[in-house]
């Protein structure tokens, strides 16, 4: 028997959340350009906890759809000003410079040269995902059969507390930050570098498995559920083009909006009308009755 495949939901959920990707990178460069640096701080801090109440507010949200939407609008929002800017912060408070080519363009802004000190804390939050925490994660599910298989001890594995909008807000925060160690350790000449082949072969595994995972994108027939893995996939795919445009061999328009305005405003335009599709069928699936069904547990929550 063939498989439905649900094209529309799967490019709809992949676009809204690939969108985001260069729209936050823009949204950071024209908020250094346009505000003062202490009113850079003041907002950056603004929009962390403007996230954060998002995810929770999603908590109380009916309808898997829209706790995914708050979950995932407010982790883009807390990423960005409580963990990006916070960066910002203390590398220009303590004078921490870029990374420079040898023309003298910025290769590794400072904030990330710094965002590697975290390695502990993540390597913390791994440790509870994969020891204590029953989740859907495919990658983490394969690490607990590699330790537990043959375990003489019986280790029973738990779900936390499922609320939809937190497993969203937990599992954007989660990804972003394991792929960005990811992506700054393969940068680092003291590690590896640029055009190091494990650099290379990140940039082509994260390729061909985000490939992988929008196929089994097209076999999920609701939007939550949709949007939840595109998250994951987008931003897997996201290694792949940060690390070619670290080679330059395309334009990073994200990276100058000023200068290519245009593009900037035709992704942001694209990205409203589909985000806007999301939350019509959520607010639709809310008036029809549908929208308290439970979804498979997927995410690192």
């Avoid at 607990?144 to 280790?155: L, P």
């Avoid at 960005?180 to 595994?205: E, K, M, Q, S």
């Avoid at 593009?263 to 959520?282: P, Q």
């Amino acid at each position: 028997m063939k498989t439905k495949r649900y094209w529309g939901k799967a490019i709809i959920s992949f676009l809204v959340v690939l969108f985001t990707m260069p729209l936050g990178h823009a949204l950071m460069i024209l908020m250094e350009h346009c505000l003062p640096p202490v009113g850079i701080h003041y907002a950056a801090f603004a929009m962390g906890f403007v996230g954060l109440v998002m995810a929770i507010i999603g908590v109380f949200a009916k309808g898997d759809t829209r706790q995914t939407l708050w979950g995932l609008f407010g982790g883009l929002l807390f990423w960005t000003g409580w963990v990006e800017f916070i960066y910002v912060y203390y590398a220009t408070r303590f004078g921490v410079k870029p990374l420079l080519d040898a023309a003298g363009n910025i290769v590794t802004r400072p904030e990330y040269l710094i965002m590697p000190s975290s390695f502990g804390f993540w390597v913390m939050f791994m440790m509870l995902y994969i020891f204590s925490a029953k989740t859907g994660c495919d990658f983490i599910e394969w690490l607990q059969k590699v330790f537990f298989r043959n375990n003489q001890v019986r280790v029973t594995l738990h779900p936390m507390t499922r609320h939809t909008s937190i497993v969203t807000f937990m599992e954007l925060n989660a990804v972003l930050w394991t792929c960005y160690l990811l992506l700054l350790f393969c940068y680092d000449d003291n590690f590896l570098g640029d055009h190091h082949p494990v650099t290379v072969a990140v940039a082509i595994g994260s390729l061909i498995a985000s490939f992988f995972m929008f196929k089994r994108m097209l076999k999920i027939s609701t939007w939550g559920y949709s949007i939840r893995f595109a998250i994951a996939t987008v931003i897997v795919f996201w290694n792949a083009v940060e690390i070619i445009g670290r080679w330059d061999w395309f334009t990073e328009i994200w990276i100058h909006p000023l200068q290519y305005v245009s593009e900037m405003v035709t992704i942001l335009v694209v990205f409203v009308i589909f985000a806007g599709i999301l939350i019509y069928n959520a607010n639709r699936k809310k008036k029809n009755g549908d929208a308290t069904k439970r979804e498979p547990q997927d995410g690192t929550q």
